[in-house]
């Protein structure tokens, strides 16, 4: 029997790529453009992180875009995402602090 493969759901994936250079960034922008079924990308230089939505397999996505880009790429995961939130919230406060203890 032969089984029917299903297209991925329509979702919305967040990967973590190694990006230190606007050249990664632009590798990886190259690579989305050229994949089928994405529908909208989200590529952060910044934050090193890539937010993809449409009907993409995420572990596909992660192969290619190490395989295109030549940089490191896996799966966000929540524990990653609270890491991030809590860094920029400890941004925040250490930048209120040496602004306030400037004036």
Same mark, same amino acid.
């Given at each position: 029997?032969?089984?029917?493969?299903?297209?991925?759901?329509?979702?919305?994936?967040?990967?973590?790529?190694?990006?230190?250079?606007?050249?990664?960034? =632009? =590798?990886?922008? =190259?690579?989305?453009?050229?994949?089928?079924?994405?529908?909208e990308?989200?590529?952060?230089?910044?934050? =090193? /992180?890539?937010?993809?939505t *449409?009907?993409?397999?995420?572990?596909?996505?992660? /192969?290619?875009l190490?395989?295109?880009? *030549?940089?490191?790429?896996?799966?966000?995961?929540?524990?990653?995402?609270?890491?991030?939130?809590?860094?920029?919230?400890?941004?925040?406060?250490?930048?209120?602090?040496?602004?306030?203890?400037?004036?």
């Amino acid at each position: 029997m032969f089984k029917s493969k299903r297209p991925p759901e329509f979702q919305t994936v967040i990967v973590k790529v190694d990006m230190r250079t606007e050249s990664c960034s =632009k =590798k990886v922008v =190259k690579c989305l453009q050229a994949m089928e079924n994405v529908e909208e990308y989200d590529v952060n230089l910044a934050e =090193k /992180k890539v937010t993809v939505t *449409g009907r993409v397999d995420p572990k596909k996505l992660v /192969k290619r875009l190490e395989r295109k880009s *030549g940089r490191h790429a896996e799966l966000w995961t929540e524990r990653s995402l609270a890491s991030l939130s809590s860094r920029k919230s400890w941004r925040y406060r250490l930048v209120t602090t040496i602004m306030y203890n400037l004036n």
